[in-house]
Each structure stands twice: as structure tokens, then as C-alpha cells.
């Protein structure tokens, strides 16, 4: 017989290491009056992408090697709407040959607890191939680890 697992709870600031501001947009709400799922999903894609092009590591539009989304996952504890403004939380859980798992954390501003969270994974390939790369690139090593 296995055991259930334990049920997810939202997590503080402190499990983050780096943070972006979000302001939400009318379009962010859907008919019930807040966030709609997908959008989080979005959220997620941008706290990770901009960072790695801020810090100089990811080249969208000429790099030779680019994170290519493979699993995402994200479990909601408290809603977000407009026009709330949304600080996004970043952390490295872990790094493999050619994967990185993110954790992304997203916080009504000023609160102490995330609304949501969840982990965000890019398999890295070579743009041309599209096949993993043997390691990650140094410089985008050296950035990861800064955030583990």
C-alpha cells in the first residue's frame, strides 16, 4: 500500500532567490473575476527567460544553444486579479547535463505567502538540432548556480 503524498502549501519568500515585478492586465482576468490558469504558465516562462537574457545567457534570437520547455506544473493557493501587481520568485532546484527544473514562485505583492507555484523545466538544445546539448554552456552554469 503507498501513502498518499502530503498536499502541497503555499511557500514564503524565503525559498526564492531572485524576484521580478509582474503587473497584471485587464485581459489577465477571465469570467470568474481573476487570473486564469494559463496565464500563471506565462508568468512562469517570463520570470525564467528574462533573467537568463538579463544576465547575458540566453540569446533568443542567435544562441547556439536554447531551453526547450518539458514539464510545467503549478498548484494555486489563493487567487491573483487586476489589477493587483505580482512579484515572481526564482529558484534553481535542479541541474542536470542538459536540464534545469525551475521553481517559480508568484506573491501578490507584499504578501508573505505564494498565491501559486510550481516548476518549470527546460531540456537546453542546439537551436539547429534540436538534440540536448552534452553539458550546459559555462557562463549559463555560473547564472544557474547563483540561483540554487
Known sequence: MTSASPRAQALPHSHFRVFRP???????????GHVNNVVYYQWFDTAVNA??????VLDIHQGD??????????????????PQNVDAGLRVAHMGNSSVRYEVGLFAQGADLSA???HFV??????????????LPPSLKTVLESLT
Open 22 to 32: 509582474i503587473t497584471t492586465r485587464w485581459a489577465d482576468n477571465d469570467a470568474y
Open 65 to 82: 544553444t536554447i531551453g526547450l520547455v518539458v514539464e510545467t506544473h503549478c498548484h494555486y493557493f489563493s487567487s491573483l486579479a487586476f
Open 51 to 56: 533573467h537568463l537574457i538579463e544576465h547575458g
Open 122 to 135: 527546460h531540456v537546453y538544445v542546439n537551436r539547429d538540432s534540436r538534440r540536448p546539448v552534452s553539458h
Open 116 to 118: 501559486a507555484h510550481g
